[in-house]
């Protein structure tokens, strides 16, 4: 979640008109700043969760580790006021993601006692983590839906239409095995995919990754796998 709430959503009007004082209120809570290196852990998965983490500005990646070894990257996040273990914070369990940074990064140190105190005090600040879980939520559930229900071609092509309409709030990454595992996928099969959309003449190899040959083709594509 981010401090800025939504623009949309049922309680949106209260939200705007005390998005300063929940500024204010979350850093109320705040014991340090710390800086942190490409590659560092910010949060492990399957360790408890020591504070809340808010991340002004800069480029994180998060992913989960199944049991079998297999890893699922959610994608890269350029933040913005960006909250992290806010879940963790409600449900009072271990980490369930790992959030690395992608560069180094000032990050500010929110104290959970603190903030469990000041909820108390204040409860109306609930509605901005309420309703910021459940566009998290409703997010979550549609990226899992699509590459549970889908083909890794459809995937790949929606994720670029997708790209290029509307500013996502994850992007991909360059290297090979983890856009794979961004889909859930392996390599090997990931590369598959690629060459069938570009068989199709859909999508090419351009120097900033995958590209779009044809929009409307790429649409049609999508809309005969729906």
């Known amino acids: ?45 399957g360790e408890p969760l020591d504070h809340i983490y808010v991340v002004p500005a800069g480029r994180v990646s998060m992913s989960i580790l199944a049991a079998n070894g297999r890893r699922f990257q959610l994608g890269k996040a350029h933040c913005d006021d960006h909250i992290f273990g806010e879940m963790e914070f409600f449900t009072q369990t271990a980490c369930q993601w790992n959030v690395v940074a992608d560069e180094h990064m000032q990050i500010d140190i929110i104290c959970i006692k603190n903030l469990t105190e000041l909820l108390h005090q204040q409860p109306e600040m609930l509605f901005f983590f309420a309703s910021a879980l459940a566009d998290d939520y409703q997010d979550s559930l549609d990226i899992y839906t699509n590459r549970l229900l889908h083909p890794i071609c459809y995937n790949i092509a929606y994720d670029l239409l997708m790209q290029q309409r509307t500013t996502p709030a994850l992007n991909g990454f360059d290297k090979v095995n983890q856009e794979a595992e961004r889909f859930g996928t392996s390599g090997r099969v990931y590369r598959r995919a690629v060459k069938t959309l570009m068989d199709k003449n859909l999508v090419r190899k351009g120097e900033q990754g995958l590209e779009i040959v044809d929009e409307q083709a790429l649409k049609a594509f999508i809309d005969t796998h729906e």
């Open 1 to 45: 979640m981010r401090i800025k709430p939504a623009p949309t959503g049922r309680f949106k009007s209260l939200l705007e008109q005390k998005s300063s004082a929940f500024r204010a209120f979350i850093y109320q809570c705040q014991v340090g700043t710390r800086y942190f290196n490409t590659g560092e852990a910010i949060l492990t998965q």
